[in-house]
């Protein structure tokens, strides 16, 4: 069997995203996504993280990958490239393990958005050419580089950057009649072990390409990339995830169901002397409700919270209310409603924050999560909102199923 080892570099002082290779993406730490390419690989032997950071380690380890080494401080710097990096792996897991694997596969986490199955693909291209070094992945480039220039400084003319046989102004010519250019993606580097070793190099000589559909392209190093690509990830992409799948938006919706505490409310309570209390909502969550109705969708309440608070703004907002059932029990209600009711569960979102709203999850066609809502909903979640609970979550939800259904109306689907 060949040795495949997947080596994923995860430093600690990253500066433009702070503890960026652990903090959450989409519900699980940023490394855990790559750990998850190699993990679910079927060709990859072993997977170790490379990392200067105790608690990057630990993280890693959690989600299945070595550590079996802490990388120096002096190859974890701003400027440290990725070869000695990987020279410094290598010669650790042969020195003390006498461990040397034939090809070593590069994943970046700030590339954690893969199609589910690039890493073989990556690896087969490599085994079925004796020939190659390295392969790598590619798209199409975004920008032309036969359309840019050298700048030589402020009261200087422009040079061009490239030239093409038999055109004379590439600049100027049609993009259809220009060579096809592709940018090297960060989501994987597949090498032979020898091309490190011996040519030092995490290339070598003969690179080839691995395409991957540009929809991929995700490199991650400011807060707006963060949350551009998160919305990416819930946006239904069929992609290698830590989790479970993550569902699109059903075709068909019939009712929305929402927790109230922590959903409608921002989860907080306000108690007189009498013990009478008071909760905190957004009144923009009943704004669209009169318009899915249009579309046959309903909206209900569902909530374990016995409070009578949950049907006065039930009755406010003009939906029904189930609430009042044990705090395990929100699932068989749930079920119970639908029978009720003949309504297939596929055509039904449950709007959730706690774990007792994991039960509807799994009942429910599409399952959605509030911004702060728990570790464990955010992980579990189809989709994640932008919106707090309490501030208008449940009308960001219909504005987008809305705006579903309206693009479906004007493409005549």
Same mark, same amino acid.
């Given at each position: 069997?060949?040795?495949?080892?997947?080596?994923?570099?995860?430093?600690?002082?990253?500066?433009?995203?702070?503890?960026?290779?652990?903090?959450?993406?989409?519900?699980?730490?940023?490394?855990?996504?790559?750990?998850?390419?190699?993990?679910?690989?079927?060709?990859?032997?072993?997977?170790?993280?490379?990392?200067?950071?105790?608690?990057?380690?630990?993280?890693?380890?959690?989600?299945?990958?070595?550590?079996?080494?802490?990388?120096?401080?002096?190859?974890?710097?701003?400027?440290?490239?990725?070869?000695?990096?990987?020279?410094?792996?290598?010669?650790?897991?042969?020195?003390?393990?006498?461990?040397?694997?034939?090809?070593? /596969?590069? *994943?970046?986490? !700030?590339?954690?958005?893969?199609? %589910? =199955?690039?890493?073989?693909?990556? $690896?087969?291209?490599?085994?079925?050419?004796?020939?190659?070094?390295?392969?790598?992945?590619?798209?199409?480039?975004?920008?032309?580089?036969?359309?840019?220039?050298?700048?030589?400084?402020?009261?200087?003319?422009?040079?061009?950057?490239?030239?093409?046989?038999?055109?004379?102004?590439?600049?100027?010519?049609?993009?259809?009649?220009?060579?096809?250019?592709?940018?090297?993606?960060?989501?994987?580097?597949?090498?032979?072990?020898?091309?490190?070793?011996?040519?030092?190099?995490?290339?070598?000589?003969?690179?080839?390409?691995?395409?991957?559909?540009?929809?991929?392209?995700?490199?991650?190093?400011?807060?707006?990339?963060?949350?551009?690509?998160?919305?990416?990830?819930?946006?239904?992409?069929?992609?290698?995830?830590?989790?479970?799948?993550?569902?699109?938006?059903?075709?068909? /919706?019939? *009712?929305?169901? !929402?927790?109230?505490?922590?959903? %409608? =409310?921002?989860?907080?309570?306000? $108690?007189?002397?009498?013990?009478?209390?008071?909760?905190?909502?957004?009144?923009?969550?009943?704004?669209?409700?009169?318009?899915?109705?249009?579309?046959?969708v309903d909206v209900m309440i569902?909530?374990?919270?016995?409070?009578?608070?949950?049907?006065?703004?039930?009755?406010?907002?003009?939906?029904?209310?189930?609430?009042?059932?044990?705090?395990?029990?929100?699932?068989?209600?749930?079920?119970?409603?639908?029978?009720?009711?003949?309504?297939?569960?596929?055509?039904?979102?449950?709007?959730?924050?706690?774990?007792?709203?994991?039960?509807?999850?799994?009942?429910?066609?599409?399952?959605?999560?509030?911004?702060?809502?728990?570790?464990?909903?955010?992980?579990?979640?189809?989709?994640?909102?932008?919106?707090?609970?309490?501030?208008?979550?449940?009308?960001?939800?219909?504005?987008? /199923?809305?705006?579903?259904?309206?693009?479906?109306?004007k493409n005549g689907s």
């Amino acid at each position: 069997m060949t040795e495949i080892l997947a080596i994923i570099p995860a430093r600690g002082g990253s500066k433009g995203i702070p503890r960026k290779n652990i903090r959450s993406f989409a519900g699980y730490p940023l490394i855990a996504w790559s750990i998850a390419a190699a993990k679910q690989s079927e060709l990859v032997t072993r997977v170790i993280v490379s990392t200067d950071d105790e608690e990057i380690a630990a993280v890693a380890r959690q989600w299945g990958a070595e550590t079996p080494f802490l990388r120096p401080a002096e190859l974890a710097q701003d400027k440290t490239t990725d070869l000695p990096v990987f020279e410094h792996a290598l010669k650790w897991l042969e020195d003390v393990e006498g461990y040397r694997p034939e090809i070593v /596969i590069q *994943l970046r986490p !700030t590339s954690p958005v893969r199609p %589910l =199955t690039m890493v073989d693909d990556a $690896i087969r291209i490599l085994l079925d050419h004796p020939d190659a070094d390295c392969v790598r992945g590619v798209v199409p480039a975004a920008q032309n580089p036969f359309k840019m220039w050298r700048f030589e400084g402020e009261g200087k003319p422009l040079s061009q950057l490239l030239e093409v046989d038999g055109i004379d102004e590439p600049y100027n010519a049609p993009r259809q009649i220009l060579p096809p250019v592709y940018w090297q993606t960060g989501h994987i580097d597949a090498i032979r072990d020898l091309t490190i070793t011996q040519k030092k190099s995490l290339t070598g000589d003969v690179i080839y390409p691995l395409l991957i559909d540009p929809k991929y392209t995700v490199d991650i190093d400011t807060l707006p990339d963060w949350t551009k690509y998160e919305a990416l990830v819930y946006s239904g992409l069929e992609m290698v995830s830590p989790g479970n799948p993550r569902r699109a938006m059903p075709e068909i /919706i019939k *009712l929305i169901v !929402t927790d109230f505490d922590g959903v %409608l =409310t921002d989860g907080r309570v306000w $108690i007189d002397e009498n013990g009478k209390e008071t909760v905190a909502g957004s009144r923009s969550d009943s704004m669209r409700i009169k318009q899915l109705r249009e579309y046959g969708v309903d909206v209900m309440i569902l909530s374990s919270e016995v409070n009578p608070v949950v049907s006065a703004r039930a009755k406010k907002m003009n939906i029904a209310a189930v609430h009042g059932m044990g705090l395990h029990e929100k699932g068989e209600a749930l079920k119970k409603h639908l029978t009720e009711k003949n309504i297939d569960a596929s055509q039904v979102v449950y709007l959730g924050n706690d774990f007792n709203d994991l039960p509807c999850y799994e009942i429910a066609g599409w399952s959605v999560a509030v911004a702060d809502a728990y570790p464990e909903v955010l992980q579990a979640a189809d989709h994640v909102l932008k919106t707090k609970g309490g501030f208008g979550a449940l009308r960001e939800l219909c504005d987008l /199923i809305l705006k579903e259904f309206q693009e479906k109306n004007k493409n005549g689907s």
